[in-house]
């Protein structure tokens, strides 16, 4: 669960949380004791987690950009909704739907991207800016994803990206805490 120890005060824009992750007051986190994040990630504003459907992991060094949607899909035969599970070093993009099962680690999912319900990214991807997932789909690691005329078209990534990926996510959370200690000064 989130531990929100708030360190921040109440002027500020985030609350800083004991494990370093920060959250955006204006973001909704629903069913707050179902949703954890492991540490150093950033929740921004009008975002919206719903942990009150099934339980929300998110891993360390993630970020969730603005107008983004986490929701656990529905079950295909039952009621009820099967949790989500996103790794660590992943980015989810501005205006993006995210009703996958798993979003793997060292994944950069890109602005207005819809990933339909129960979908499957492993380790290692690059979802395209206006890209829409359809529902059971299973990206492969290292995989570079993107839609054209309706169609899914993939593109192998090399492995060098698991680098890249990790620091560009490492990078961005050192920046942000960085903005965030020169706006308190």
């Known amino acids: 669960p989130i531990p929100f120890a708030i360190m921040a005060t109440d002027t500020d824009s985030y609350i800083q949380t004991t494990t370093m992750n920060f959250v ?17 990630s950033i929740v921004e504003h009008d975002v919206r987690i719903r942990g009150d459907l099934a339980p929300v992991q998110v891993g360390r060094y993630c970020r969730i950009d603005p107008h983004t949607v986490i929701q656990p899909p529905n079950m295909p035969s039952e009621d009820g909704h099967v949790p989500i599970l996103i790794g660590s070093h992943t ?37 395209a800016d206006d890209t829409r997932l359809p529902r059971d789909m299973v990206v492969p690691p290292f995989s570079r994803i993107s839609t054209r005329n309706g169609r899914v078209h993939r593109t192998e990534l090399p492995p060098a990206v698991t680098i890249e990926l990790q620091e560009r996510a490492m990078e961005d959370y050192q920046s942000f805490v960085a903005k965030q200690q020169s706006r308190k000064l």
């Open 24 to 40: 955006s007051r204006k973001a909704t986190i629903d069913g707050a004791k179902q949703v954890e994040l492991k540490g150093r």
């Open 91 to 127: 980015w989810i993009g501005e205006n993006c739907t995210a009703e996958a099962a798993a979003i793997g680690s060292m994944c950069w999912i890109g602005k207005n991207v819809d990933l339909g319900a129960r979908c499957i990214i492993k380790d290692c991807c690059v979802i």
